[in-house]
């Protein structure tokens, strides 16, 4: 078996100040990995960005070996039953995708989405081959692969359990440019109970066996405020929540996350942060 890659282990950054500046918080945390914004994560009004700006954090990142993503909007919804949000969130991941591919992203996260209350679920897994297949054969063979990050359950979610990526994967033709995000509270919260023994490998093996290898592109790493199976995404700092810090461990050793990118998304300040990482890469040297 060839050496292990170890997995680099960063956080979702802060880009209110521009991305220059957001990079000097991932240096100041120890971030080796980062993800960002490119646009108001609760609205639909898209940043053209400054390309100047973008090619000098593109070019800062490539340099340091520091991998890039992009977290698309949380408005986005390709289940939805209304119009208008259908077509804001297709132009929202393209302003996601043109703009990960200016930032030298490897993969734009989306959430998996909602039939919403009184929809039909059917119709909604429908939508997705409508408005997202289009995206996916427009994407640029060396841009950013489209990663959906399954939600934390509850309602009508299309995909929120492992297990639940098989039909989404089949409506858009398990796309080459598509792959997967795992964040591990929505993980907990959707029900796999990645706090007992062999939670993880469970949860990674299933992983596999429904979407094949190699498509694990980015991995969440976030302790849960909320017991298992709740149902709620609320992220608590590493080994302070209901899921604690043995699972990660657990995690960095499954083949499935060799080399793949861990971030953080808990709540706290820079210090938290430096924190959460240096905890987890004590966790993957271990």
């Known amino acids: 078996m060839p050496p292990r890659k170890p997995s680099p282990v960063g956080s979702h950054i802060p880009t209110g100040q521009g991305l220059g500046k957001s990079l000097a918080y ?49 408005l986005v919804n390709f289940g ?5 949000t259908l077509k804001r969130s297709v132009e929202a991941v393209e302003d996601a995708m043109r703009r990960g591919l200016a930032i030298g992203a490897r ?53 929120a359990t492992v297990d639940q990526l098989e039909p989404w994967f089949a409506e858009l033709d398990a796309h080459e440019m598509l792959g997967v ?12 109970d990645l706090a007992a023994p062999g939670g993880a490998k469970k949860a990674l093996d299933l992983l596999v066996k429904t ?10 790493a976030n302790d849960s405020k909320d017991p298992l199976g709740s149902g709620r995404d609320r992220h608590a700092p590493i080994g302070e929540g209901q899921i604690g810090k043995d699972m990660f461990a657990e995690l960095f050793r499954h083949p499935a996350t060799r080399g793949v990118p861990v971030v953080v998304e808990t709540p706290g300040d820079a210090a938290s942060h430096k924190r959460d990482i240096d905890v987890l890469t004590s966790l993957r040297d271990a």
């Open 107 to 159: 993969g734009v996260v989306v959430h998996a989405g909602s039939a919403v209350a009184g929809a039909h679920r059917d119709d909604a897994m429908k939508q997705l081959r409508t408005h997202l297949l289009p995206l996916l054969d427009a994407a640029e063979p060396d841009g950013p692969k489209l990663l959906v990050e399954p939600t934390a359950g509850g309602g009508q979610a299309l995909c």
């Open 181 to 192: 995000c795992l964040d591990t509270c929505h993980l907990f919260a959707a029900g796999h």
């Open 211 to 220: 979407v094949g290898r190699g498509r694990l592109g980015l991995v969440h």
């Open 80 to 84: 939805s039953p209304t119009e208008a």
């Open 26 to 74: 991932a240096r100041e945390i120890g971030a080796r990995a980062v993800q960002v914004f490119v646009s108001n994560p609760r609205g639909w009004a898209p940043s053209a960005g400054d390309p100047v700006q973008d090619e000098r954090f593109a070019g800062q990142c490539a340099d340091e070996s520091i991998p890039v993503y992009v977290h698309a909007p949380y």
